[in-house]
């Protein structure tokens, strides 16, 4: 589905939770057979966050919704709906978001949690937008939380490269950009690819339960640099804008290689794209708003400017949203 609607929603607050360990490419080396020149030239990655024993993507998504509220001038009750997205449930219910909402004293608030892996964060968001067009919802807060490394197969050098730890959440809000302009939003997937990334929650085939994330490497990095170009030129045309309209793209964090060529390919210049993979790996559903956190820590993001996010991955799944950002500055 693809579509653009007038409108003056806007993100106005965004906050983040970081796991203090950093696990370093040098360390996953003595793990299995690799060395961080090869994992930084394949992937850009140089270490990435893991989460303590006391930490869960419940806690991680608590902690990045409370500093969303406090860097914003919203109330708990404010909020009308939580949606977390999340590739790394703890349980099927409680939903994440239900217990965020009671954390926070979000006591008007609906809540769900969406599992769409990498593109679940872009997912969330455009249902979020989606309730406040409606008229349901005026504020939405939009979680995405992971705990990778708990569902990583620390023997396969394939993936356990690649993922870390985190969360982010953003508010949106109904009337807080001044003036009306089209929202654009594309969510795609092609379930026949279904299986060159998964991670299974109950046991399938008669086998016992596999809890570790599976990937067909070269299969995703295909799909991933194709669809990160596609599907951002579909959305600036829904809107009716061009790249000189955009002022950060925020690209999910899987790899510098798919994300360099598809912003070469868009002709976007990279000064303009948030990189966080350095430091973070891929966080799957926590990566674009982590991206929009540091984003805003090092006052890239000023109110007004209309941001590109695009998240992709499993399912095999997309979603691309453009929106204006319109926080205090930092
Ligand atoms: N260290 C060293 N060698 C490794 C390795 C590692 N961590 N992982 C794989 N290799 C080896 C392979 O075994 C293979 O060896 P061989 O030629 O002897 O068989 C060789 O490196 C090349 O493997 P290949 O899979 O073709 O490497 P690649 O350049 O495609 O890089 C990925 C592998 C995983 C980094 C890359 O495919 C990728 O990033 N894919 C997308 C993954 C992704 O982003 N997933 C999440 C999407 S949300």
């Known amino acids: 589905m693809i579509g653009a609607t007038p409108s003056d929603i806007a993100i106005v607050a965004v906050g983040a939770a970081i796991p203090e360990r950093v696990l370093t490419n040098d360390e996953i080396s003595q793990m299995v057979e690799t060395d961080d020149a090869w994992i930084v030239e394949r992937t850009g990655i140089r ?25 914003s001038d919203i109330a708990p009750a404010e ?29 008007s608030a609906g ?23 409606a008229g349901f919802a005026t504020t939405v807060m939009v979680i995405g939380s992971e705990v990778l ?23 949106l809000r109904k009337g807080a950009a001044p003036s009306v302009e089209p929202i654009a939003v594309e969510l795609g997937v092609d379930g026949s690819k279904g299986f060159d990334l998964y991670g299974d929650l109950t046991p399938r085939d008669g086998q016992p339960l596999d809890k570790c994330i599976r990937m067909n490497g070269n299969a995703v990095y295909r799909f991933a640099t194709q669809v990160i170009v596609d599907s951002a030129k579909r959305v600036l045309d829904a809107g009716g804008y061009t790249q000189d309209d955009i002022d950060l793209l925020v690209p999910h964090q ?3 290689r798919i994300i360099e060529s598809g912003v070469q390919r868009l002709g976007f210049p990279m000064e303009r794209t948030v990189i966080t993979l350095d430091r973070y790996g891929n966080t799957s559903s926590a990566s674009i708003p982590l991206c929009l956190d540091h ?13 590109l996010m695009m998240g992709l991955g499993g399912g095999l799944a997309w979603g691309t949203c453009l929106i204006r950002w319109m926080g205090d500055p930092a």
């Not at 893991?50 to 930490?55: G, L, N």
């Open 47 to 71: 270490e990435r966050r893991i989460a303590a024993d006391h930490e869960s993507v419940t806690s991680l998504a608590i902690t990045a919704a409370r500093q969303a509220l406090d860097r």
């Open 79 to 107: 909020i009308d709906l939580v949606i977390t997205s999340t590739a790394s449930p703890e349980r099927s219910f409680p939903s994440i978001s239900a217990l965020v909402a009671d954390d926070v004293g979000a006591h």
């Open 111 to 133: 809540a769900l949690d969406v599992l769409v892996a990498c593109a679940g964060f872009a997912y969330a968001l455009a249902h979020g937008i989606a309730q406040i067009q």
């Open 149 to 171: 490394s708990r569902i990583t197969d620390w023997e396969d050098r394939g993936t356990c490269i690649l993922f870390g730890d985190g969360a982010g959440a953003v508010i």
């Open 254 to 256: 899987a790899n510098l």
């Open 295 to 307: 984003a805003w820590r090092t006052g890239r993001l000023q109110p007004g400017q209309r941001l």
